[in-house]
């Protein structure tokens, strides 16, 4: 074989062989920071997620307590009404925060699903503020919320590509030995409480 001939395809191969080799570590490289960036951005949301569910289950939960001291049936324990009504302006503004990451970062269901928890938990936050409601229909909008909190962990574990099957369906609302939907009067009307704590 004529030696240019051989050199020419010994060229050859060593140009074809790096080339080769450059666009499979680029191809590499890109597929790694792809990875790296996904994972940056559902770290990001997990913690998002996280944090708005804590506020938001904190908010319902002193929504709960300040429900229980204005006679409604619950398995929270009474809050002082003063003492209460500041803590639940102070959950709605953590709760408020941390939503605005959720919509920043979270994905089109997670954030309608977030939506309709809070508002759930909302109109519990209306009874706690001295709204009146029967105790019956307080009952079912607190079961709502229960449902609605599923929802949306539902969704937000899609986002983050969580696959470990679906969340059991939640207890029916925990109530007082003695508390029940029927604590209500017979036209459903909230019975007052006797004496709510000072």
Known sequence: MNP???????MTGV?????????LTTWTERSRWRRAEQSKWDDRRLVAYNEFAHALKQYALISMRLSAARGFPNAGQPIDLEEGLRALVEADSEKSLKWEIVLLLGSPEAVAAARRWNKASWELGYVAMGAD?????YVRKYEEMGRLRNEFYECARGDLGVRSGELPPGNKAWLPPGGHVGDGA????RQQPSELPA
Not at 133 to 137: I, K, Q, V
């Open 4 to 10: 240019v001939v051989q050199q020419v395809l010994t």
């Open 133 to 137: 409601m029967a105790h019956d229909e």
């Open 186 to 189: 017979s036209d459903g009307s």
């Open 15 to 23: 140009l074809l062989g790096g080339g080769t080799t450059f666009v």
